[in-house]
């Protein structure tokens, strides 16, 4: 099939199934901002570093799981395929649930470091110690999600997705606006539509016509076989893991140069990050379909091929993130307006949309590369991609550049962060581009 088409074909369920928690979460923040007050979305700020941290575990086996069985799945190796998901199944519950009590324990001492004030830390233990509980179905849900898509079922994954974050939003809206749970009930909403949704998932994998699906052998561990799912998935973790800091020290920066406005400016940012999180989501699915085309043309060492889907998708990438930022930069105060009624809160977020994202076209085609690395098994081109912008750039901008031109700095040191990664990528790409056409 053609290029195009096969994009065409895979991208919009990719797309829809990658912003459908993007979508939610802009909707959280409408319902908690409206129904709740400002403080509870500084206290969601606050509980940013966490759930990047979740997701970074989650990666650590979902990642991994996934590469296999998508070159499984090419090979029609099934018995194999079977038993990469049974094993990856037993290690994310395992983990999943050591996790949780971890994060349980130091909760408390986690969120205060996360930048939570006397008044925003009862919202963030409220919203935390509910949302810990699904850590579990989180984890396996979106293995489960990608593995669907691999299978090319994106439609019937995209259809779960869809269902659980509607189901989601009505659910938060009736807790928070008419049964005023507040933080509460946009947990309990959440968890209960995950649960949900979790259960449709081990209905769909428990049907043993499927080419991936429960068995008992499957749950057999191979130590060898884990070793190498964690190994693949240990470039995803380390990118979230890296993001969990920088998430951390964004809001210690805000509270440190804002002073007594820190909760302002926190709440702010969570507004801004969620609108950041639809933009990276358009191109997210783009990369994932992406993924499963380049995997399946890897194995049949169809190189030309491998480039010219890399192009193409880099080309959209851009396009789309393009447009988006265009988007937001025209809209900017009726965004911020949408969430919030408060004037110095939409400045802050106005200044910060149109600074920290004014590189996101270029950063389309890093977030490209980086599925691309992953699939051609280069884990380590992918993990330096992402770990050269905030480890080598961000972080040290972080530390330097609010302190010599105020809350501005923290913007300008992501959009400067991404320039200099960004130019690290393309000459990557160009590299190994050049090794494909041998």
């Known amino acids: 099939m053609p290029i195009g088409k096969l994009l065409r074909k895979f991208t919009p369920p990719a797309v829809l199934a990658m912003s459908a928690n993007a979508i939610f979460n802009i909707c959280e923040i409408f319902i908690l901002g409206k129904g709740v007050g400002l403080d509870a979305l500084a206290a969601l700020a606050c509980t940013f570093p966490v759930i990047i941290l979740i997701s970074a575990f989650a990666a650590l086996i979902n990642t991994g799981t996934a590469a296999k069985i998508a070159v499984l799945y090419a090979e029609n190796n099934q018995k194999q395929a079977l038993k990469v998901f049974g094993n990856s199944f037993?290690?994310?519950?395992?983990?999943?649930?050591?996790?949780?009590?971890?994060?349980?324990?130091?909760?408390?001492?986690?969120?205060?470091?996360?930048?939570?004030?006397?008044?925003?830390?009862?919202?963030?233990?409220?919203?935390?110690?509910?949302?810990?509980?699904?850590?579990?179905?989180?984890?396996?849900?979106?293995?489960?999600?990608?593995?669907?898509?691999?299978?090319?079922?994106?439609?019937?994954?995209?259809?779960?997705?869809l269902l659980g974050i509607t189901c989601n939003v009505i659910m938060s809206f009736i807790f928070v606006f008419v049964l005023k749970w507040g933080m509460r009930g946009a947990a309990l909403a959440s968890i209960i539509c995950e649960s949900v949704?979790?259960?449709?998932y081990l209905k769909i994998f428990s049907n043993h016509n499927a080419f991936v699906h429960f068995t008992k052998g499957g749950f057999r561990i191979d130590s060898g076989l884990v070793k190498e799912i964690l190994s693949i998935g240990l470039s995803p973790f380390s990118i979230n893991a890296c993001g969990c800091v920088v998430a951390l020290m964004i809001n210690l920066s805000l509270i440190q140069v804002a002073g007594e406005h820190g909760d302002l400016y926190l709440g702010s940012y969570a507004i801004v990050q969620r609108i950041t999180q639809v933009l990276i989501s358009l191109v997210s699915g783009l990369a994932l379909a992406l993924q499963i085309i380049t995997s399946i043309n890897v194995v049949r060492q169809n190189y030309i091929r491998v480039r010219s889907v890399l192009m193409y998708t880099i080309f959209h990438a851009f396009v789309i993130m393009s447009i988006g930022y265009g988007f937001v930069v025209v809209f900017t105060r009726e965004l911020m307006a949408f969430f919030t009624n408060d004037e110095q809160m939409i400045e802050i977020g106005?200044?910060?949309?149109?600074?920290?994202?004014?590189?996101?076209?270029?950063?389309?085609?890093?977030?490209?590369?980086v599925s691309f690395f992953q699939t051609l098994?280069?884990?380590?081109?992918?993990?330096?991609?992402?770990?050269?912008?905030?480890?080598?750039?961000?972080?040290?901008m972080l530390i330097i550049l609010p302190h010599l031109i105020g809350v501005t700095g923290v913007w300008w040191s992501m959009a400067l962060a991404d320039v200099a990664s960004v130019t690290i990528t393309w000459i990557m790409l160009y590299t190994e581009t050049k090794k494909l056409s041998l």
């Not at 509910?130 to 593995?147: A, E």
């Not at 106005?350 to 590369?369: D, N, R």
């Not at 280069?378 to 040290?396: D, E, G, K, V, Y």
Request: net charge positive; aromatic share 6%; glycine share 6%.
């Open 90 to 161: 037993v290690v994310m519950t395992t983990m999943g649930t050591l996790l949780t009590v971890v994060l349980e324990i130091f909760l408390e001492d986690i969120l205060r470091l996360c930048g939570a004030s006397d008044v925003t830390l009862p919202y963030a233990l409220e919203y935390m110690r509910i949302m810990l509980i699904s850590t579990i179905i989180l984890f396996s849900m979106q293995g489960m999600g990608r593995i669907l898509h691999i299978q090319g079922n994106p439609k019937k994954q995209m259809m779960q997705q």
């Open 197 to 200: 949704s979790w259960l449709l």
């Open 350 to 369: 106005v200044k910060a949309l149109v600074i920290g994202l004014c590189t996101f076209p270029f950063v389309a085609s890093q977030m490209v590369a």
């Open 377 to 396: 098994r280069r884990p380590h081109a992918s993990m330096m991609i992402s770990l050269t912008r905030q480890l080598l750039f961000l972080i040290p």
